[in-house]
């Protein structure tokens, strides 16, 4: 039964017979009208996307939470792997990497500065001369 408070209005639609079909169907097991039915499948079809947004949300926010803790609990693994090393009196191969990196963007660079034309007073002109 309609409640007071809300104002339903009339609507002439035309629909397949197959799906009206369906609809009867689907009204019988749920034991309700077919106008009920129509009106409950209506709702849903705006309520679900909604419903959705919020599980992703949800699921998204679970899946922030424990990616902070395995990477709190990796950092903790890796500070204890370092005082492991130090205490043996091994290098860190993490600083060990992150320095062949630095050297290796350094060479880089200074190979391409070698490459480079020079610029100045012994530099060719357009026809390919010497100034």
Known sequence: MARKDQELRPVM???????RR?????????RRSMNAEIVH???ES????????AI????????DSELSGAFDRLDEIQSQNRAILSHLGLPDPVEEAKARKAEARKAAMERAAARRPE????????????K
Do not use: Y
């Open 56 to 63: 992703a949300s949800d699921i998204v926010s679970e899946i």
């Open 46 to 53: 705006f309520d679900i996307p909604d419903q959705a947004g």
């Open 119 to 130: 610029t100045g007073p012994s530099a060719e002109t357009k026809d390919g001369e010497q």
């Open 22 to 30: 369906r609809l009867e169907r689907e009204a019988k097991w749920h």
């Open 13 to 19: 639609t035309r629909i397949p017979e197959g799906l």
């Open 41 to 43: 499948r209506l709702q």
